[in-house]
């Protein structure tokens, strides 16, 4: 009995997690065709097949939806950073989590693409996704302290609203060390997704996401092959002749 509520759960959420991904898929792309601001909830939710109501099931308004790509690959590497062996440090573990969702973002390059154009092209989308990269990049921060054993009780529970007194009082609580890799592996994987998205043709984004992290383990030394630095410029100057 426990077995059959338990696979019953399992399909609840797996079609939950279905629709939700067929609304940000067809709100991006009728964003891309038609641009954002001429895109409505009730556009969105006849392209992906559902009403109204049950988009707003999932999303509290319209441009919640165009910043969700992605959305459950957030708590998946906090899983996956906790559940990683214990031999590992903590960039090999965070690289090794991130490397986990490389398979959905080669499947779905072209929405990723797609979702890049529509927030270049709506400053307004772009702000709120700067919003949702900063409270992820925070909860990921807290589940590297608590790998590295410095969390906190704090940590538990819902984020609470950015610069709040709960949310200061839950950053203070965090270590510079797990911000500083948070952001840094953050930052690493946007720039290989980057790099990666004008050179589709000629390497793939597992290769070029191996090559950035292996710069980040290597303390980013130069490159062998790059030309030595030029000398510093010399102070030295000849003596200046007295005026008569």
Sequence with gaps: ??????????????????????????AVRLAAEHGAEHVTVDA????????TRTFFNYFDSRDEVFVMVGA??????????????????????????????????????ELWRLHADVLRKAPQLLARRIGAHMADELG????????????????????????SPGDEERRRALGLYPRLLASVGGAALRVAFEHWSVRQEEVSFADVFRETFDHLAAGLVPPPGTPPAPPPPTTDEPPRKRMQ
Excluded: N, Y
């Design 1 to 26: 009995m426990v077995e059959g509520v338990s696979a019953e759960g399992g399909l609840r959420e797996r079609k939950k997690r279905a629709t939700r991904a067929a609304l940000v898929e067809a």
């Design 44 to 51: 969105i939710s006849a392209a992906a097949g559902v009403s």
């Design 72 to 109: 459950d690959a957030g708590e998946r590497v906090r899983r996956a950073v906790l559940a990683a062996p214990p031999e590992l440090s903590p960039l090999d573990a965070l690289r090794d989590a991130f490397a986990a969702e490389l398979e959905e973002v080669e499947q779905q390059k």
């Design 140 to 163: 990921l921060a807290e589940t590297l302290a608590e790998r590295i054993g410095t969390g906190s009780p704090l940590f538990a529970g819902d984020r609470p609203e950015f610069a």
